[in-house]
């Protein structure tokens, strides 16, 4: 691994831009190495959240949200509604743990709970629900909207609102207003139009409304990986949970000038470190472009697809198995992975660390040359 520690820190100490992208096939520790090196380079650090539920987490900025544990979905939730997201396909477990299982106050399990699925098609998940009520694409925000004013009392008069009757609306509301614990899990299909945080954000307000009534709460539904984990070690790290520029010497936050895919895009890296190379595929093609012309490192564990454009390569150990660590359920609730085999490769903390080393024994070595 040495040779290849020294010419990962060569690339990183001639660098003027460096990019950190990834993370969410790591750990609490690789992902706070990874923030350590970033700060010791003045990089940019960026998750796979910014291809994915950014939105999401700017309108929690803006608005705030009503959430809980997954296990007091579990044991209290009467309501379960599902809205631009299909469970059925994305997270084939969710519904088996908190849907169909029996809860301290529901203990019917499914019998017990009313499941709605709120999309712009019928899905496997549809197919499931109680009830399904189809949006028109770039509804929501207005379907939103309206039923907040059903849930506080307020008439309107338009027949339809995002393709959806305004008996339905008013339907929902009430069911909604008389449940005695309503969840909403809210996918990436909620972000597909319009303007993706403000629909998000509607919702995250409608769920407060609905508090006035009952108790309601809102949730994610996140993408494989300890994506969770990133947000919260950056936030704790930076300060800021995605999109971090550490070029001043001081963390700043900006989505859309800070994220990966723009910075790469308009050709403003000159390096790149993919702690995790499972997001490529998301960026945009001209994105995706630029970073196979520029010298790359990546970390990745066994049985990765490998990515050919590669500068350095690392195999590293996978946490939960060949190391311990911490990972973030959607629900932010850390969870201990143990090592549960041996293995002789490094994992990427050890190998961050390690490139931070060598970056630094080569500064050194170069101003004692009188560079």
């Not at 690339?11 to 969410?24: D, E, H, Q, V």
């Not at 949200?65 to 007091?72: M, P, V």
């Not at 520029?294 to 996978?318: E, R």
Request: proline residues 6%; hydrophobic residues 40%.
């Amino acid at each position: 691994m040495g040779k290849a520690v020294e010419r990962a820190a060569e690339i990183l100490r001639t660098s003027r831009a460096p990019l950190i992208y990834g993370l969410s096939t790591s750990s609490t520790p690789g992902q706070r190495a990874a923030c350590r090196l970033a700060d010791q380079l003045g990089a940019t650090i960026d998750t796979t959240a910014s291809t994915c539920h950014a939105p999401s987490i700017m309108a929690v900025q803006a608005v705030g949200e009503s959430t809980s544990s997954l296990g007091e979905v579990r044991h209290r939730s009467d309501l379960v509604v599902y809205w631009g997201s299909n469970p059925v396909k994305s997270h084939p477990r969710h519904i088996e743990r908190y849907v169909d299982a029996t809860g301290m106050f529901v203990p019917g399990g499914r019998t017990d709970r009313q499941v709605v699925v709120i999309d712009i098609e019928r899905t496997a998940s549809a197919e499931v629900a109680d009830r399904f009520v189809q949006v028109d694409p770039g509804g929501d925000f207005d379907l939103l909207w309206a039923l907040r004013a059903a849930i506080q009392g307020v008439d309107f008069h338009e027949n339809t609102v995002g393709g959806v009757p305004r008996e339905t609306i008013i339907e929902l509301a009430k069911q909604w207003k008389s449940a005695n614990y309503g969840a909403f899990f809210f996918g990436l299909g909620l972000t597909k139009h319009g303007v993706p945080h403000m629909n998000v954000e509607a919702l995250l307000r409608m769920v407060t409304d609905l508090n006035a009534h009952t108790r309601a709460i809102a949730r994610r539904m996140r993408i494989p990986g300890d994506v969770a984990g990133a947000d919260s070690v950056l936030c704790w790290q930076t300060g800021f949970p995605f999109s971090v520029s550490l070029s001043r010497g001081y963390p700043r936050y900006n989505p859309g000038e800070y994220t990966a895919n723009r910075l790469l895009a308009d050709g403003e890296v000159d390096a790149v470190v993919l702690v995790g190379s499972e997001g490529v595929s998301k960026l945009a093609p001209q994105a995706q472009a630029h970073l196979d012309e520029l010298p790359s490192i990546v970390l990745d564990s066994p049985g990765a697809k490998s990515y050919p454009a590669a500068s350095v390569q690392f195999t590293t150990a996978t946490y939960g198995i060949h190391r311990p660590g911490t990972a973030y359920r959607m629900d932010e609730v850390p969870i201990p992975l143990r090592e549960i085999l041996r293995s002789e490769l490094p994992s990427d903390e050890e190998v961050l660390n390690a490139i931070g080393t060598a970056i630094q024994r080569q500064v050194a070595s170069h101003r004692a040359r009188g560079g």
